[in-house]
């Protein structure tokens, strides 16, 4: 087989400018649906979820460090998300605390946010640096379109899209 007939047996990747990724119908239900948000609750809604992430990852640092540190020593558990109910029910106080620890960073890691396993100088909990392929990224990301969008009609996002909370302003 020479390299063309090679090229051509292999599958085909999609084109990323192609029109039909998602069917004209599926794109104007997206779009719909991208329209009826509440985009003021998301908002709010994130800005609660990163600010529990950080007050619980704050809360459970020594409980981490210990995860970490003892943890890499001698590997006790596999995936720690894969830990059935009775592990955790069978180990002690200290390793469920420090398994708890874990899990807040790793569903901070997966939704975007800040964390103190890689310190970027930010709040615990903080979606700022969020990349767009996190769930908290593209949430980011669609809170500003809808903020520009919301401004481009003579409204003033800025003052629901700030990062500064609720309880912030009034002190």
């Known amino acids: 087989m020479n390299e063309k007939q090679a090229q051509d047996s292999r599958p085909q990747e999609a ?14 239900r997206a779009i719909e649906l991208l ?4 985009w003021l609750d998301i908002d ?7 600010k529990s992430l950080g007050l619980g990852m704050e ?21 720690d998300l894969w830990l059935k109910p009775e592990q955790v029910e069978a180990i002690s106080d200290e390793w469920r605390y420090a398994y708890v620890a874990r899990l807040l960073r790793t569903a901070a890691l997966v939704l975007g946010a800040e964390t103190d396993e ?18 908290g990224g593209l949430v980011r990301a669609l809170v500003q379109l809808a903020g520009d969008a ?5 409204g003033v996002a800025a003052t629901w899209l700030s990062d500064t909370s609720p309880t912030e302003e009034g002190e």
């Not at 084109?15 to 104007?28: A, F, N, V």
């Not at 930010?122 to 996190?134: E, K, N, V």
């Open 44 to 50: 709010l809604d994130l800005k609660l979820v990163g």
């Open 118 to 135: 890689v310190d970027r100088g930010m709040t615990l909990g903080d979606f700022a640096g969020a990349d767009i392929s996190s769930a």
């Open 59 to 79: 809360a459970t640092r020594g409980d981490f460090n210990f995860w970490r540190d003892e943890h890499a020593a001698k590997s006790k558990f596999g995936d």
């Open 35 to 38: 329209e009826s948000v509440a």
């Open 150 to 154: 919301y401004e481009s009609k003579g």
């Open 15 to 28: 084109d990323p400018s192609d029109e039909d990724r998602w069917p004209l119908r599926q794109r104007e």
